[in-house]
């Protein structure tokens, strides 16, 4: 054996007990690091005590969402705001569990919004804008009242200054179709003025409260989302309890 070999030897083994004073050796009792994507299998003493353990200590997941339906869909709404008669809210419930996608706020934003549109539509003979919003009965109306306008040569400004108050005074479901009336509070300057320009109607230097009780109705089970006015009148008589239009008038042909 040379001297070479016994050099290296002996350089080799001082090297294996340099490390295993710096990182100790493996005597049975360490634990694995744990792996957070991985969970280990269950040993056969877990097992058995799972199964001794008694159904009630075994925690069941609860359902997530649980649905409700003891809860109105409008409770949410503060009182104060769109409901001015409290009736209405059991017929707003009944549209809500009927059409999931119904949202009260957005109903009375999107109401608000659609009356300024029509009012200033009907004066500017918008049949187009009309057409979009009106159930087609009302749409008759309104396109024979422009017609007849036309025919005697006047014309007719309207602005919505501002829709003050949007209130739902009546709200039922029949069958699959939702009806919503709500009566609008608006600030608005309307004039009618004859072929030579001379006004007939309205003061253009003027702003006026006008009250105006509008029906909206939908096909619930309708994939177009589009509430259509199926009703129009000043104001609201003596109560709300008229009868509710053809099913067929909030359906487009």
Not at 185 to 193: S, Y
Request: charged share 30%.
């Amino acid at each position: 054996m040379s001297a070479d070999i016994i050099i290296y030897g002996l350089v080799a083994a001082g090297l294996v007990l340099w490390l295993r004073s710096i990182l100790g050796t493996k005597h049975g009792e360490e634990r694995e690091r744990p792996n957070p994507f991985t969970s280990a299998p269950p040993s056969s003493q877990d097992v058995k005590n799972r199964a001794e353990q008694p159904p009630a200590a075994q925690k069941i997941p609860e359902e997530e969402n649980p649905e409700d339906e003891t809860v109105s869909p409008v409770t949410s709404l503060n009182r104060n705001d769109g409901i001015a008669v409290p009736e209405a809210e059991i017929g707003l419930s009944e549209i809500a569990r009927a059409d999931r996608r119904f949202e009260l706020p957005a109903f009375l934003q999107g109401a608000k919004d659609a009356f300024a549109m029509i009012v200033e539509a009907y004066a500017r003979g918008d049949r187009e804008t009309l057409s979009s919003f009106l159930a087609p009965d009302v749409f008759s109306s309104f396109d024979s009242a422009i017609a007849e306008r036309d025919s005697r040569g006047e014309t007719m400004t309207a602005d919505i200054h501002a829709v003050r108050r949007a209130e739902i005074i009546r709200a039922s479901l029949s069958g699959r179709h939702a009806y919503i009336t709500v009566r609008f509070t608006a600030d608005e300057t309307t004039i009618v003025q004859d072929r030579d320009g001379n006004i007939l109607q309205g003061n253009p230097d003027k702003i006026t409260e006008m009250v105006d009780v509008w029906t909206f109705g939908r096909d619930t089970r309708s994939q177009n989302p589009t509430w259509l006015v199926c009703e129009t009148r000043d104001d609201l008589a003596e109560d709300s309890r008229e009868a509710l239009p053809e099913a067929g008038s909030i359906e487009k042909s």
